[in-house]
């Protein structure tokens, strides 16, 4: 029974995955110097290159089936204006479908409903910031009376990530050369490493309500400005 106790769990551990197993070398070795802990951070900006909004519209009638066929003889107008405009249909999304009693309140007596209002919300996702202030604008012409946004982000940070890292690991470097220096050791090797973060956090979007009168005055104009994207590394040190 021992003899085929030992052998399921030699034939167990051969069936670990080798990143497995090197983890698991890389966790249980021993440091011979001294251990140093190191936390750098690596930080690249770069200039938005999308813009996502949302757009609506909100209709009220004296009956839910006027409130929302009203509401989707616009919409239908504002889609249209959006293709025209160039945006894709993988970039248009509906988020949200309401439609909701409207009441009226007087003293001592119950709610009585006087209408009913709904209301059709698009995610709009704009690739062109450039040209995203005018879309809006013809937006608001076509119907759209709900616009609320944008929030600027980046379609694709990974390479913009990958320098951060890079960035992030020469600072860890120095850092440990740096310690190194001043004990008057010197780096031996990488014990290990860890990325604890590796991110770009957007500013929260700022609700941005158009009116189609406000919006004939001037053009609406979306200034993408500067993100940063930040990757954070623990890395440890033998020193020597």
């Given at each position: 029974m021992k003899h085929i106790l030992m052998a399921a769990l030699m034939l167990g551990a051969a069936a670990l995955p080798a990143t497995a197993v090197a983890q698991q070398?890389?966790?249980?070795?021993?440091?011979?110097?001294?251990?140093?802990?190191?936390?750098?951070?690596?930080?690249?900006?770069?200039?938005?290159?999308?813009?996502?909004?949302?757009?609506?519209?909100?209709?009220?009638?004296?009956t839910a089936g006027s409130a929302l066929q009203q509401n989707a003889t616009r919409m239908d107008r504002v889609i249209a204006a959006l293709k025209r405009a160039g945006v894709e249909d993988r970039d248009i999304q509906t988020s949200n479908i309401s439609l909701n009693p409207e009441y009226t309140y007087a003293n001592n007596q119950p709610p009585?409903?006087?209408?009913?209002?709904?209301?059709?919300?698009?995610?709009?996702?704009?690739?062109?910031?450039?040209?995203?202030?005018?879309?809006?604008?013809?937006?608001?012409?076509?119907?759209?009376?709900?616009?609320n946004g944008p929030n600027l982000t980046i379609d694709k940070p990974e390479a913009a990530l990958d320098e951060a890292r890079a960035k992030a690991v020469a600072a860890a470097r120095a850092r440990a050369d740096l310690y190194a220096r001043s004990l008057g050791m010197r780096v031996v090797r990488v014990v290990a490493l860890s990325e604890s973060g590796g991110n770009y956090p957007a500013p929260p979007p700022m609700p941005m309500?158009?009116?189609?009168?406000?919006?004939?005055?001037?053009?609406?104009?979306?200034?993408?400005?500067?993100?940063?994207?930040?990757?954070?590394?623990?890395?440890?040190?033998?020193?020597?």
């Amino acid at each position: 029974m021992k003899h085929i106790l030992m052998a399921a769990l030699m034939l167990g551990a051969a069936a670990l995955p080798a990143t497995a197993v090197a983890q698991q070398a890389q966790i249980n070795q021993t440091i011979a110097g001294t251990r140093l802990d190191i936390s750098a951070t690596g930080d690249v900006t770069r200039v938005p290159d999308v813009a996502i909004i949302t757009a609506g519209v909100v209709t009220r009638a004296m009956t839910a089936g006027s409130a929302l066929q009203q509401n989707a003889t616009r919409m239908d107008r504002v889609i249209a204006a959006l293709k025209r405009a160039g945006v894709e249909d993988r970039d248009i999304q509906t988020s949200n479908i309401s439609l909701n009693p409207e009441y009226t309140y007087a003293n001592n007596q119950p709610p009585k409903i006087n209408g009913y209002s709904a209301s059709n919300q698009l995610t709009i996702k704009f690739r062109d910031i450039a040209n995203s202030g005018k879309i809006l604008d013809a937006l608001v012409a076509e119907g759209a009376n709900q616009i609320n946004g944008p929030n600027l982000t980046i379609d694709k940070p990974e390479a913009a990530l990958d320098e951060a890292r890079a960035k992030a690991v020469a600072a860890a470097r120095a850092r440990a050369d740096l310690y190194a220096r001043s004990l008057g050791m010197r780096v031996v090797r990488v014990v290990a490493l860890s990325e604890s973060g590796g991110n770009y956090p957007a500013p929260p979007p700022m609700p941005m309500m158009m009116r189609a009168e406000a919006a004939q005055a001037a053009d609406t104009k979306i200034v993408p400005g500067e993100q940063k994207l930040s990757v954070t590394l623990s890395v440890t040190y033998e020193l020597q």
